[in-house]
């Protein structure tokens, strides 16, 4: 998002759209897995990877600060969620290094992001 853009939707919020690629890359990574982790893994690691973006989006159409940081929060922890999961398929070798390394980058980008949208709703009256 360019200096200056006004944010009017979800879509608009850097950290959606990080969470965005993120789940894109465990989409990708995912499509891998051998059949017999498609129930566990695979459904585990989309499903947390989804919730990251979900929850900044239902952050965003919050009223209150209160729930507002909640979601926020919430996507925070989806996010080291999703980076466990990454981390530990890669030591069973479901997760090749490249794959993993390019994953984690995206997701501290991600971190960062949402940590800024954490401190600026903190800071709103």
Known sequence: M???KKITNFQDLNGWQASRKLFFMVFRITK??????VYSSVSQMRRAAMSVSSNIAEGF???????????Y???????????????????VELTGKQDLQT???QAEI????????IKSTEQRK
């Open 103 to 105: 994953a984690l980058d």
């Open 61 to 71: 159409g919050r009223s209150s600060k209160a729930d507002k940081l909640h979601f």
């Open 110 to 117: 991600t971190h960062k992001l949402i940590v800024g949208l």
């Open 73 to 91: 929060v919430m996507a925070r922890g989806s996010l080291t969620e999703v980076q466990n999961q990454l981390i530990l398929t890669a030591d």
């Open 2 to 4: 360019g200096e200056g």
């Open 32 to 37: 891998k897995f051998p059949k017999e982790e």
